[in-house]
């Protein structure tokens, strides 16, 4: 029976309340990545940053004509996919185990925790995971110090590191916006369930997973975003060979200086992002009902 | 149905004792309530013959099954809880079904079963709404048709009136006890309220600190308080210190120099220190010859509550409270009159401080 919640906006006189983070979302994010995407309708010139009038699509054409960029596409959304696939099965049972848990100070410890893996920057937290997965690493050398193995195995500069590396990141992210939601959820309705004769199990699947949706599409769709143009993680775990659309972006601006048709595929993968959260909150929204 | 049985059951959580030694016995088709102020105990009860605590020791039978050790679902029982527990992501019929669907009920036997539950609880055509589409006494009525649906062995209700507003627990009150009775179940009622439990129940047990300290009709719970607790915490009790003359049946104590009969316990002797209960609409104020017991009282305050007219009434330097109807004729008293008080000793008690 939660009660409907007010609109901020229909409020009259307090609109205004927006204006700071309006101001700094038009400055920052609207205006810069607006130009550049603009960009990307010239013709592409290296080392040419400024506007041109004469309109052309030469730089789209040549994503969808050419391999390397179009892989790359699907490419990026199998490993968004996947990474927000598994940082939801690793972080559901943890987000459940810290909402669940009342002792304050065990909870207190707990968030912490995951709180303490977003204190480091992305950087120094990925070196640290190159130096366990490396060929050379703390994993491989153990193993073969074992005898279990006779060469170093694939741990690194291969999709697997690199989706290990996006789940690492990404999960503090999924574990938060779920927990929220699990706690919100009464612990009566489970009881409720229980004792018309559903077990722990069944109460589970047929009430507090359904509930939790609204949490898991949040989590899902917010690490879907992060990994998709993620660009520090597949170029330190993947070693430059697991090609995702952010690497393509970063060579062709950073290293070729071809603004325009880096600026193109920036445009692609922004709207491949859009599409796919669109389909995918289509598909979700069917699946509970409509009620995220 | 069934029964219900209680064997010394205790629950603490490490020094603390929620629930000490509880030795019950809740008979077949009895309207059961367990009454007491927050953190007495109640709830710890319920929530284990739920099945939803286990007891530190003790048993627990339904019937003549023995289900301490049994997880909820297995114990074949219906709870309400106090925020009723209605499914949000489910229809009202989807709720009132989720058992059935459990024990594999064929489809046609669940949506007649359904509807037969709603029309019961005089919810009928109410199958396709939602629980933020339902009032307070809506989700409840769902949430006893969800129940009642199941057929279960006993019925707990834990606390089920309290998030209503006055009115609507009025109707209710005597809506789930009508229900009860036609149905016949076995039920056992967790409140703090002790009108509810006086109106509702057929025996309540009062707790205190982990404790029953007393158990019996509503009648005997109002009118032979055991315990000074029971007394003030059941309705209002004018609590009076007297000491002790004689004991037993025909006991005397004296309250202001003058000896009263009253009745009380064996173990009082005389000479002791005591308190003489009295209720505050047993107390009359000029009284005809019903009442044995006079004494001389001055008014000291006059409060008005509408059906009733409340007295402060001094005795020496004793005060005590009288009510009396404010029906027609009958005499208002102004703060410093001087009256007679008077009561029948049968409807007083002396017990130990």
Not at chain 2, 141 to 166: F, G, M, N, Q, Y
Request: hydrophobic content about 45%; proline content about 5%; overall charge positive.
């Amino acid at each position: 029976m939660a009660p409907a919640p007010r609109k901020a906006m229909s409020e009259p006189g307090l609109w205004w309340l927006c204006l700071p983070a309006a101001a700094v979302f038009v400055v920052f994010f609207v205006i810069p990545v607006a130009s550049l995407f603009g960009l990307s309708f010239n013709k592409s010139v290296a080392g040419v940053i400024s506007y041109s009038n004469e309109l052309t699509f030469d730089n789209f054409v040549r994503i969808f004509t050419r391999a390397t960029y179009y892989e790359a596409i699907l490419r990026s959304i199998w490993i968004a996919a996947v990474v927000s696939v598994t940082s939801l099965a690793f972080g559901y049972p943890l987000a459940y185990l810290i909402a669940k848990t009342t002792h304050p100070g065990r909870n207190t410890l707990l968030m912490i925790l995951v709180l303490s893996s977003m204190q480091l920057d992305m950087v120094i937290r990925l070196f640290g995971l190159m130096v366990l997965f490396g060929d050379n690493g703390l994993i491989n050398g153990f193993l073969l110090y074992l005898g279990l193995i006779s060469r170093p195995l694939p741990l690194m500069y291969n999709t697997f590191g690199v989706i290990v590396g996006l789940v690492q990141i990404t999960l503090p992210f999924m574990v938060l916006s779920l927990i929220g939601i699990i706690k919100a959820i009464h612990p009566s309705l489970e009881e409720a369930a229980r004792s018309l004769g559903a077990s722990r199990l069944q109460a589970f699947f047929s009430i507090v997973l359904p509930l939790s949706m609204p949490g898991i599409l949040a989590g899902a769709l917010l690490v879907f975003a992060l990994s998709i143009s993620s660009y520090v993680v597949p170029a330190l775990m993947g070693g430059w060979k697991v090609i995702v659309l952010p690497i393509h972006i970063y060579q062709q601006i950073a290293e070729v200086g071809r603004w325009q048709f880096g600026a193109a595929i920036a445009v692609v993968l922004f709207v491949t992002s859009v599409i796919a959260v669109a389909i995918y909150h289509q598909a979700a929204a069917r699946t509970s009902g409509g009620r995220t | 149905m069934s029964d219900i049985q209680l064997k010394n059951l205790t629950k603490s959580y490490g020094t603390y004792t929620a629930v000490a030694g509880i030795d019950l016995k809740i008979g077949e088709g009895e309207f059961f309530s367990l009454l007491g102020p927050s953190g007495c105990g109640k709830s710890t009860t319920l929530r284990m013959i739920a099945g939803f605590i286990r007891p530190t020791s003790g048993e627990i039978f339904i019937g003549s099954d023995e289900v301490t050790a049994l997880p909820p679902e297995k114990r074949d029982i219906g709870i309400v809880f106090q925020n009723y527990a209605i499914f949000p992501h489910m229809s009202v019929a989807e709720n009132i079904a989720f058992g059935l669907k459990l024990r594999k009920r064929p489809k046609e036997e669940v949506r007649s079963k359904v509807k037969a539950a709603l029309q019961q609880v005089g919810l009928a055509g109410y199958e396709d709404r939602y629980q933020r589409q339902l009032s307070g006494g809506e989700q409840q009525r769902v949430a006893l048709a969800r129940v009642l649906v199941t057929e279960p062995r006993i019925l707990l209700l834990d606390e089920p009136l309290s998030a209503l507003d006055k009115s609507l627990r009025e109707e209710m009150k005597y809506w789930i006890k009508d229900l009860q009775k036609r149905l016949g179940i076995t039920t056992v009622y967790v409140t703090h309220d002790q009108d509810e439990a006086l109106t509702m129940s057929d025996r309540i047990g009062v707790m205190q600190k982990a404790r029953v300290v007393q158990v019996g009709t509503p009648e005997e719970i109002y009118e032979r308080p055991k315990t000074l607790f029971v007394t003030t915490f059941i309705g209002h009790s004018n609590v009076i210190d007297v000491t002790v003359v004689s004991k037993g049946p025909d006991m005397m104590v004296v309250l202001d120099g003058r000896k009263l009969p009253t009745r009380g316990p064996e173990n009082l002797e005389a000479g002791r220190a005591a308190k003489l209960v009295v209720r505050p609409e047993n107390v009359l104020i000029n009284p005809d010859a019903r009442a044995s017991v006079t004494l001389s009282a001055k008014v000291i305050g006059e409060s008005y509550q509408g059906a009733i007219v409340r007295y402060r009434l001094g005795i020496g330097a004793q005060e005590i409270i009288a009510e009396r109807q404010n029906s027609i004729g009958n005499e208002r008293f102004s703060p410093g009159a001087e009256v007679m008080i008077g009561w029948d000793p049968g409807m007083t008690e002396v017990l130990a401080t």
